[in-house]
């Protein structure tokens, strides 16, 4: 009966995070929001002066349109600050044709596809211009690229480009590490990082793979996805971490850390649901795993990056150590040999440094992995029932 109650509040207490993370992140994007510019800032920085936005993003800008795309209409114009989302898009699309990093592009596109917007077309066409077939860009934006011409079912694109990029992806995948890599054929790889992928290396191509097999049926683009799920699901940390560095000719984690809460509360779900929703493979019990992991990290104590006094959401938990030296000598360790490693990392270099900031593109991802519909309908795996 005790272990009965200790999951039932386990359950209560995930419930009651995905709800407060929701509504954080409305508040959240208000602050971030840059009503003259009708941009979202880069982040807020925890400083001397308190917790101060900084910069502007027109990537996180297109991502926070994509959360966004299916909320109510009081929590656009409280996330908005009133301008509303058809105005922010309107922004993007105004100088699009000189924007040239492939993912910014391919983001306003998704967010323009979503919202319906007339001139989603100008997007659609600088797309093709930067050439996402054999263009040098990373596996990220390639994987965007993707799903800006896949995840709207039902919405004109280029299906045609869409099956050529899906080849460019499918080709870059390696079914014996399970890892996709960093940098595809066509892109320039770094001597020492070369071999190294990253977490966002996995969900996006598994979520662009899975939209693009809802769209087309096309069952390779399925099968890749869903042996892309199967490592991110080995590979989860003890206590629901999902690590961040791989290598990508064994798939084997090169560095863990840092954990991202942006990976535990929607970017592992967002690719895990959109699995789902193409074949049917349930994810609930590694999403509750890495949601339990952002409510109580070990790491630091069992403290949450939720922190409720800031309304905000931490950006991470890392190693305390100069820069990135972890990443940086494991990265080299393992490019001498794929099991090599260096000894004492985790003797010397401690995790449990909390990083104070938080960026507009994490909560519009929240939105995203954890719309209303879904979190209506997502059952967790202790209770069989829908969390509401």
Known sequence: MQVVAEQLAAVSQLREAIKEMRAMSVRGLERMFLPKERMYCHCIRRGTSGD?????????TAIVLIGLAT????????????AGTAAICERLLSDIETVTNLGDVALTLWAATLLDHPAAARALDHLRSLDPVGGPHPM??????????????DASGDDELAARIAGRVLGAY???????????????????????????????PVQALSFYHRRTNDEPALQAAKRGREHMVRSQGPDGQW???????????????????????????????ALQDACGVDSSAAIARGLSWLVAAPEIGGRSLIDRDADLIWRKVSRHEPG????GVQALASRVHPTLRAPGV??????????????????????????????????????GGGLR
Request: proline share 9%; with cysteine.
């Open 243 to 273: 690590w961040w560095h791989f290598d990508a000719r064994s798939g084997t984690v090169v560095e863990g850390f840092p954990v991202y809460s942006v990976h535990q509360d929607s970017m592992a779900p967002m690719a895990l649901f």
């Open 346 to 383: 985790n003797t010397l270099l401690r995790p449990g440094f909390i990083d104070f900031e938080s960026r507009p593109y994490h909560l519009g991802w929240i939105l995203h992995a954890f719309s209303p519909e879904r979190l209506s309908a997502w059952t967790c795996p202790e209770t």
């Open 52 to 60: 101060v936005p900084e910069g502007r993003s027109r990537r996180y």
């Open 324 to 327: 990135k030296l972890a990443r």
């Open 140 to 153: 990220v934006e390639i994987a965007w690229a993707l799903t800006s011409l896949s995840a709207v079912p």
């Open 71 to 82: 909320e109510c209409d009081d929590a656009i114009a409280s996330a908005t600050a009133g």
């Open 174 to 204: 390696s079914s014996d590490s399970g890892v996709f890599p960093h940098w595809p054929m066509g892109s320039p790889r770094p001597l020492v990082r070369g071999h190294v992928s990253c977490f966002a290396d996995m969900v996006y």
